[in-house]
């Protein structure tokens, strides 16, 4: 089944087109964004989403504004500012910065990230589905909607369904923007894997009945000691995996691990608008007026942590020493 990537260019028309996620899955909707304002402002609203998928758009965003002859500096700070926790925002943009005085090289730029999400994410499949198997369980969206390749933590539990060595996976539906039951579910269905949606709080109830033999979740910025930011719940369930024995694995290319962070305290946690919580999808779920509080993720500390999977490899504790020499610095 061919994946659905969560955008496509048409730079030769000024256009980089961008699949509404809000939308999904009841509708496809393809959104065009011809500035680097406009792309600040759809990372920020979450038409595309997931931290590798937000790293190449808004290199893209980048070029978008070079061709619509924006400022340069502005550009790039609107979209520094748009999502806060996913470290491949900044990745993606520090690697253009050195081009911006030359569009070919900036677009070139561009292009070679995306490539290389495809390539690292092939490599992330492979090797997560060597250490899956039987019943998994996964939170938020990891698959090609979120990365524009093959995806992270579901790249590896695709892989390791046509491997013979996955065999059903549980969906976390993820509140409160139900990426699990919107999209994971959308993707899963496409690729033929069986797979059944639950919600956030079932995940004791199934280990309790050993009915999940891994955990498996993407990352969205990673300390050098492994202590990790991804999706709100994932603390819980990985707390959850711990008392349990079930090994948790987190999925990610090397370019999520930020090397100016020694532990996950630093890392800053976006805070989403509480409407997202009184609300589903647009429908209120509370007295009108009551407060909501709304962390968009959560940090694991790496002592829950089985595995690091990566393009270079998985790697065990110490992880450290591992995630060090994975990216060269050791
Ligand atoms: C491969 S995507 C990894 C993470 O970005 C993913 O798990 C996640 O938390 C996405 O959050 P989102 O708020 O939907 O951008």
């Known amino acids: 089944m061919e994946r659905v990537l969560p955008f496509r260019e048409d730079l030769k028309n000024g256009t980089f087109w961008l699949l509404d996620q809000r939308r999904l899955p009841f509708e496809e909707v393809w959104v065009p964004v011809r500035t680097g304002r406009e792309m600040a402002e759809a990372i920020r609203q979450m038409v595309v989403r997931g931290a590798p998928a937000i790293g190449v758009s808004a290199a893209f965003g980048l070029v978008l504004a070079h061709l619509a002859g924006e400022d340069l500096e502005e550009a790039d700070r609107l979209l520094r500012q748009s999502r806060p926790t996913a470290v491949n925002l900044f990745y993606a943009l520090d690697r253009l910065r ?50 524009g390749g093959y995806g992270t933590a579901l790249g590896a539990i695709v892989e390791g369904f046509r491997r013979g060595r996955v065999r059903h996976v549980w969906v976390d539906e993820t509140r ?92 800053p946690i976006e805070e989403r608008p509480a409407q997202e919580v009184t609300h589903l999808m647009g429908r209120p779920i509370a007295p009108e007026g009551f407060p909501a509080y709304h962390p968009a993720f959560d940090v694991t500390p790496h002592t829950l942590l089985t595995g690091i999977i990566t393009e270079k490899g998985v790697i065990y504790p110490p992880f450290h020493e591992g995630l060090r020499r994975a990216l060269g610095l050791l």
């Open 98 to 147: 050195p081009f911006w005085g030359d569009l070919e090289a900036t677009l070139q730029t561009a292009y070679a990230l995306w490539h290389e999400v495809e390539e690292t994410e092939a490599a992330i499949s492979r090797f997560g589905s060597e250490v899956l198997l039987g019943q998994v369980l996964t939170h938020c969206n990891t698959g090609p909607l979120a990365t």
């Open 176 to 267: 409160p923007y139900l990426q699990g039951a919107r999209l994971t579910a959308w993707e899963l269905m496409r690729a033929g894997v069986p797979a059944t949606l639950v919600t956030d709080n079932m995940a004791g109830f199934l280990m309790g009945r050993k009915e999940v033999d891994a955990v498996v979740v993407g990352v969205d910025r990673m300390a050098l000691n492994g202590d990790f930011a991804n999706k709100i719940g994932t603390y819980a369930l990985a707390v959850l995996a711990h008392h349990h024995g079930v090994p948790f694995y987190a999925a990610l290319p090397l370019s999520s691990v930020d090397p100016n962070l020694e532990s996950g305290e630093g890392i």
